[in-house]
């Protein structure tokens, strides 16, 4: 399997967004902002469409259009405070119909479904390179920022009343959703990129343990479940997005499962 060139970019790929996704989404799940994942990964084909169009990198061109919708997230956070959903609402619709408009125009002469269910074949060197330096940007600002994002995710008045900048570490944020998004939506596909963003930190708080490691666990469980699609889509043909979602659901259903079964054996123990 890995004497193929579009494999082994395929699992360097893989390795990078399985670190990287569950660190961005622990902290939209804690916050309840799992929606603005699922957003951001569908505006992102918007920018995968521009990118086609005008001969750019389309990893490229998603981020920085992604990066535009999670800025205009956050301000209009400030016009609709107890319409939320709204903020969501108004953001998938630009960017659908940017997207909608543009591929059905005609003006993409490329294959757009690589993007929409992720695709091993069409992975290619420059592709690698781009998630690579995007990654470690992340990595980097994620670094930075982290005792900052925790306060923020458990906390945000607190954190405000405490001099943190709030504001502007949130702007920050959404460009870091927004650069995990753009790399991995070539392997695991727009459709279903939310659920690798939420789930495996949905399964890992099943568990009940401190942030650490609940961080820890959906970092095990993301490369878990990506590491499954990459290699089952390879032996059976399909697209890697489909089968690392099944996974996911999978795998947070045995959690919940186990937990339910092992709660009960602990009750009647004890009686």
Do not use: W
């Not at 543009?102 to 690589?114: R, W």
């Not at 420059?126 to 923020?152: E, M, N, P, R």
């Amino acid at each position: 399997m890995l004497q193929y060139e579009f494999m082994q970019n395929a699992l360097i790929i893989s390795i990078l967004i399985s670190v990287l996704c569950p660190c961005i989404g622990i902290f939209l799940v804690l916050r309840r902002y799992s929606m603005i994942g699922d957003t951001l990964a569908h505006s992102s084909l918007a920018g995968v469409a521009i990118g086609l169009t005008v001969n750019i990198n389309p990893i490229l061109s998603a981020f920085v259009f992604t990066s535009i919708c999670g800025a205009l997230i956050e301000f209009l956070r400030d016009y609709f405070k107890k319409y939320a959903e709204l903020i969501l609402t108004i953001v998938l619709a630009l960017s659908v119909g940017i997207a909608i408009t543009i591929i059905s125009s005609g003006s993409v002469h490329a294959n757009v479904d690589s993007f929409l269910f992720g695709s091993i074949l069409t992975v290619s060197k420059d592709d690698v390179y781009t998630v690579l330096v995007l990654s470690i940007l992340s990595a980097i600002v994620l670094f930075t920022l982290y005792h900052q994002l925790v306060f923020i995710t458990f906390d945000e008045e607190a954190a405000k009343i405490a001099g943190v900048k709030v504001k502007l570490i949130n702007y920050i944020f959404s460009l870091l959703v927004a650069a995990t998004i753009s790399v991995s939506i070539r392997i695991v596909g727009v459709l279903v990129l939310s659920s690798l963003i939420a789930l495996p930190a949905a399964a890992a708080m099943q568990l009940g343990k401190g942030f650490k490691t609940t961080l820890i666990s959906t970092i095990i469980i993301s490369i878990i479940d990506i590491l499954t699609g990459l290699i089952a889509s390879y032996y059976i043909g399909c697209a890697p997005g489909g089968i690392t979602a099944l996974v996911s659901v999978i795998i947070l259903a045995v959690i919940i499962i186990a937990k339910k079964i092992l709660g009960s054996t602990k009750l009647v123990k004890e009686a």
